[in-house]
């Protein structure tokens, strides 16, 4: 498998265009998870899905942010509008079953001018 | 609310010698597992090694070992014969057992290998 695969991975935008993360997960896993990573705030976990389904979005920033599942191997992460602050590094990973590994793609570098 | 730490932001060691990295979590869960990620800079997160908190034998992996205290809530991780590849930043992670499957992580510790 290749892996959990990212795309863009970098993306510049201007502030207030809508910008969408793309993730195609390991093939069989049930559970993926979007991430973001700043200097400020570390790594969070933003949202995560179970069978194409979102169980904990506590981590969402604001309604700006909107993730979806259509199927079990795409998932997108939407911020419309976006802004400055931003700007990070967002992770896509996925894990096969709750107890295992969590693998992760290479990251969208987000930049918001 | 668990938390992990991590109180080292930058290590620095020897090629071939020993380093071990710091890690204190809090948790009132008695099931939970915790993780050492790598973070070289191609920004890619690789799993170094994973400890189930109901094991009480130590983890170990080639050259990486941890140190995990249960009772002290400490999971250090131990890197053996550095190597210039193992220059990175290493965050360890916290996972509940039960139905929440996030991973939490601690601030991460920037290592650098010298030759």
């Known amino acids: 498998d290749a892996g959990v695969i990212q795309s863009p991975r970098h993306e510049v935008t201007e502030m207030g265009q809508e910008v969408t993360l793309r993730c195609k997960p390991i093939?069989?896993?049930?559970?993926l998870f979007w991430y973001r990573q700043t200097m400020m705030r570390g790594l969070e976990l933003l949202i995560y899905?179970?069978?194409?389904?979102?169980?904990?979005d506590s981590g969402m920033p604001e309604d700006r942010f909107s993730a979806k599942m259509p199927n079990a191997s795409f998932s997108t992460l939407k911020i419309q509008p976006s802004e400055p602050r931003d700007s990070a590094v967002y992770f896509c990973?996925?894990?096969?079953?709750?107890?295992?590994?969590?693998?992760f793609g290479q990251g969208t570098r987000l930049t918001v001018v | 609310a668990q938390t992990v730490t991590q109180s080292q932001p930058e290590m620095s060691v020897q090629e071939a010698e020993t380093v071990t990295l710091s890690c204190t979590y809090d948790?009132?869960?008695?099931?939970?597992?915790l993780f050492w990620y790598k973070q070289p800079p191609s920004r890619q997160m690789i799993l170094v090694i994973r400890?189930?908190?109901?094991?009480?034998q130590n983890a170990t992996e080639n050259r990486f070992s941890v140190n995990f205290q249960k009772a002290a809530k400490s999971f250090s991780l131990k890197i053996s014969d550095s190597q210039l590849g193992d220059a990175a930043m290493y965050f360890c992670?916290?996972?509940?057992?039960?139905?929440?499957?996030?991973?939490?992580f601690g601030t991460g510790t920037l290592l650098a290998v010298q030759p």
């Open positions: 990973a996925s894990s096969e079953q709750p107890n295992t590994e969590a693998f």
């Open positions: 093939s069989g896993h049930d559970y």
């Open positions: 899905f179970n069978n194409n389904v979102p169980i904990d």
């Open positions: 948790t009132s869960e008695s099931d939970y597992y």
């Open positions: 400890q189930e908190a109901y094991k009480q």
């Open positions: 992670a916290y996972r509940s057992g039960g139905a929440t499957n996030k991973l939490i």
